[in-house]
């Protein structure tokens, strides 16, 4: 088990900030705890219980409050399963399986085990896109369509940018504004609430500092599913237009949508992503 937090007192402090923001959760939710190899998970399940399922994977320092904006209107066609990855801030176990192994598919294998999910599509973000294909290429045939946004695995990790921001973490909070609006893209007026959340959701926590692994052309070539990919063409973590070369050059079945002038943390795709789920 790793310490996720610096302090317990900023764990409590996130768990408690979760527990609110769920409070007033904009769709009637289960709350749900699933016992798995990697310790106990979490996940939101709502919409109705035999339309199609559809399972949420949120990026690194997230939770499933990262879906908030679209849970209303996914959980009217699919039954809709927000899921708090092990090892980020959310009420999972802290436990972060290995990234070059098959340990994070044995996780998810265990988590729509206790779900009582056979075949289900995929929505990850950042490292939660990471883990949506590592499943889709490791359990091709129980992922019926994906989709990612601004997903580790395919374009190169741009680990110097990230190093760089990082140094000015050291400069107190207008540092750490400064590093967080350059890393994720959220620099005009209109995402000042989103930064906000963003940076106080990374108060005191470690997110995960290793090199996510880069799927092979022969990996993608293997996803039959329909995938779509929307990636931001500022997105300063990732490399955004290896990514776009990448779909379509090796996914069957794969599109890509390159947002202008946005950077990693991609907003307001609600309406797109269902069109896309909905075939």
Known sequence: MNAIYRTE????????????ALEDWPVPSAHLRVPTRAGETFVLAGGPEEAPPLVLLHGSGGNAGHWREDVASWSRHHRVFAVD???????????RPDLSTEAVALWLDDVLAGLGLDRVALVGMSLGGWTALDYAIRRPGRVTRMVLGCPGGLGAQRRWRIAGAGLLMFFGHRGRVAATRYLTGLDAPADRATLEAVLTEFTGFRPRTERLPVFSDGDLR??????????????????????????????????????????????????????????
Do not use: N
């Open 9 to 20: 007192e900023e764990a409590r402090s996130a768990r408690d900030r979760y527990r609110r």
């Open 85 to 95: 990855l092990v090892g980020e801030p959310g009420f999972s176990a802290p436990s």
């Open 222 to 279: 293997t996803l039959t599913m329909p995938v779509q990919v929307i990636v931001g063409d500022r997105d300063r973590m990732f490399d955004s237009a290896a990514t776009a070369r990448r779909v379509r050059e090796h996914l069957p079945h794969g599109r890509v949508r390159v947002l202008p002038g946005v950077g990693h943390a991609i907003l307001h795709q609600t309406a797109p992503v269902l069109a896309f789920l909905r075939g």
